[in-house]
């Protein structure tokens, strides 16, 4: 079982992610944005993955991949940063600045979440 830091300003997809997520057996915690993300593990989360969006108020996503890049408690945390976009600029800069892997929202079901999330959180060892 991984802990998954879900990150996205929009309430709906933080339950619908953590419900995806749960249903596979993984713990989730959620934060509405990069701040207060940072701020649950500057307070001693250790998440074994990190599921952030791009476009947040407060703090970004790609701002807040920098700082988790630069947190050495985080700094090899696997990172999937999830966008609404559809440019592929904005997937090259997440994966640039650092991003581990990149989840279009249009497209998100939960196969989807399971399969691109999969090698992520296979690598966590069962509870």
Do not use: F
Not at 13 to 19: C, I, Q, T
Not at 48 to 53: A, G, K, Q, T
Not at 72 to 91: F, G, L, W, Y
């Amino acid at each position: 079982m991984a802990t998954v830091l879900i990150v996205d300003d929009m309430e709906v997809v933080r339950r619908a992610m953590a419900a995806m997520l749960r249903h596979d057996g993984h713990r989730t915690v959620c934060a509405a944005n990069g701040a207060e993300a940072l701020s649950r593990i500057d307070e001693g989360m250790c998440p074994d993955l990190v599921l952030l969006d791009v476009e947040m108020p407060e703090m970004d996503g790609m701002t807040a991949l920098q700082r988790l890049r630069h947190e050495p408690r985080t700094s090899h945390t696997p990172v999937v940063m999830m966008t609404s976009r559809t440019d592929r600029e904005t997937e090259n800069e997440a994966i640039r600045r650092g991003a581990d892997g990149y989840l279009k929202k249009s497209t998100l079901s939960w196969d989807e979440v399971h399969h691109r999330l999969a090698p992520y959180l296979s690598q966590q060892h069962p509870s």
